[in-house]
């Protein structure tokens, strides 16, 4: 039985950022949000093959599969292209995402990361599409569809190649409509021209528009005193026409307690409140930022073992508050654990990863010359 698309709530559960306690992931914390998300009416979970170290899938299972009825929910998780090295890798993927979520079929079943060059033709190299269809006809797919990080001309390509998609994932926040790498108003306008619906990433930028500078914030303030800046990131996506769901990869009880408040309800923008976002988007655009989300996709493959987003939110911290002692204690205790940007041996394995396309390794050596090692 299919699920109707256009009922899907309007916020998803993400869970690529999951809380966790000394270094795996918090079960009981985990468990508390879940049962939190599923009271306030919502039941759409995303999950991924390779998220937390392979171990999301099992939390899903534990936390959400376990203990609530199997049509209480909808779930989805991916087929990781970097992961198939021969046709009966799919096969077999596909086996143990099914026994790591402790379920039959996925609701929602998507190729994880398209992109320009390697990713795309691996899916292709290995017909991954006609594989998912099958296996919607085996009933172990209700819908598939795939999450995009390549260029508007490519989706075009792959929407025309493969018109029966159900829906696209792809990343789009207020912040990167007119960036130029990732193109995002560009891809909305195509998946919408379609009438293709859109599943919602990166609303806030993996933190990045949840907390600003004190005076771009006033903005949202001295409009909305009541309002969290987050709450505007998302209800300006939720605003936009065809949007399916909106995935948030919530890692606190507060941060699932403001974004249920905000689509409880749901209202839509108005237009002096799009003024606003788009004055505070030229204002953070003014401002030299490293766009990076926090997928920490770069972290798992790193030979050296650095924590390249926290790096990276270290140096954004001071660009901000270059007075903030706090950046450079954390950046103390995070080498204590973890690689420091001088450790990179510019291998190229995190940008190879990248859905952001940085050039990491450059903004390595940045680091380094900024924090002093």
């Known amino acids: 039985m299919s699920i ?6 309007k916020l998803g559960f993400g869970m690529m950022r999951l809380p ?13 949000m879940v049962d939190k998300y599923m009271q306030s009416g919502m039941n759409y979970f995303d999950t991924a093959y390779v998220y937390h170290g392979g171990k999301s899938e099992v939390a899903a299972r534990e ?13 989805a998780t991916k087929l990781p292209a970097w992961e198939i090295k021969t046709e009966s890798d799919i ?41 998912g269809w099958k296996k919607k006809e085996e009933g172990k ?9 390549g260029s508007p001309e490519l989706l075009k390509e792959i929407l025309d190649k493969h018109p029966d998609v ?3 994932q792809i990343q789009y926040n207020y912040l990167d409509r007119t960036n130029p790498v990732v193109r995002s108003q560009e891809l909305y306008e ?6 293709i619906p859109i599943i919602i990433m990166e609303p806030i930028r993996g933190g990045m528009l949840a907390s600003m500078d004190p005076a771009i914030e006033a903005k949202f303030k001295s409009y909305a005193p009541d309002k969290s800046v987050a709450s505007w990131a998302l209800r300006f996506v939720g605003s936009q026409p065809g949007v399916m769901t909106i995935l948030s990869g919530m890692s606190t009880e507060e941060q699932m307690d403001d974004n249920i408040g905000t689509f409880t309800n749901f209202q839509a923008m108005n237009e002096e409140e799009v003024k606003i976002v788009d004055e505070v988007t030229a204002d953070i655009l003014s401002m030299p930022q490293i766009g990076c989300t926090a997928c920490k996709y770069c972290c798992d493959g790193c030979p050296m073992s650095i924590s390249i987003p926290d790096i990276f939110r270290t140096i954004n911290t001071l660009r901000r508050y270059p007075d903030d002692w706090r950046s450079k204690n954390f950046y ?11 450790d990179c041996i510019g291998c190229g394995q995190c940008e190879s990863v990248c859905p952001q396309h940085l050039p990491i390794i450059e903004l390595l050596k940045e680091a380094s010359e900024i924090l002093g090692q």
């Open 20 to 32: 966790e306690k000394d270094g795996v992931i918090d079960h009981e914390h985990v468990c508390r």
């Open 166 to 168: 159900e829906f696209v």
């Open 141 to 149: 797919i209700r819908h598939l569809g795939f999450s995009y990080h």
């Open 190 to 195: 195509i998946l919408a021209e379609r009438n």
């Open 4 to 9: 109707d698309l256009s009922k899907m709530p």
């Open 63 to 75: 936390a959400l599969v376990k203990r609530y009825p199997r049509d209480s929910f909808m779930i």
């Open 332 to 342: 103390s205790g995070l080498i204590g654990r973890s690689g420091k940007a001088s």
């Open 91 to 131: 096969e077999r993927i596909f086996n143990e995402q099914l026994e790591r979520c402790g379920v039959d079929y996925f609701d929602l079943y998507l190729l994880h990361s398209v992109e320009d060059g390697n990713n795309y033709d691996t899916y292709e190299k290995y017909d991954c599409f006609s594989w």
